[in-house]
């Protein structure tokens, strides 16, 4: 995951050197004031959603403990434990080869007749 560089306050204390034909000084600040305020909203909005993420995480795990007969409970426990159902490719492969010489074989067969 990537890192945050600049804090709000980073933004706010950057100075930049002046140069003959350079930028309105006035407009660079209002500008940056601007990007501090949206940089200063990402960063809530994004301990707003780690807060919530874990606040679920912790309640989907309370519900599956007080519940372990639930279909939730089972579904999740089904897809740790692989065991109980192993298709392996092989087997997809012959369900398709079933299936194409069902569908296929048909039309060969029929474009065969109409060729005599």
Known sequence: ??????????????????????????????????????????????????????????ELSKRIQEAPNSTASQVHQSFGDTTQTTITNFDILKRLSRLEKEVFGKQIQASELNQL
Do not use: H
């Open 1 to 58: 995951m990537a890192s945050i560089i600049f804090t709000p306050k980073d933004i706010f204390d950057q100075d930049f050197k002046t140069a003959v034909r350079g930028y309105s000084k006035q407009e660079v600040d209002e500008f940056l004031d601007d990007v501090i305020k949206d940089y200063e909203t990402y960063s809530a909005l994004v301990k707003e959603l780690r807060e919530e993420n874990s606040r679920l995480k912790q």
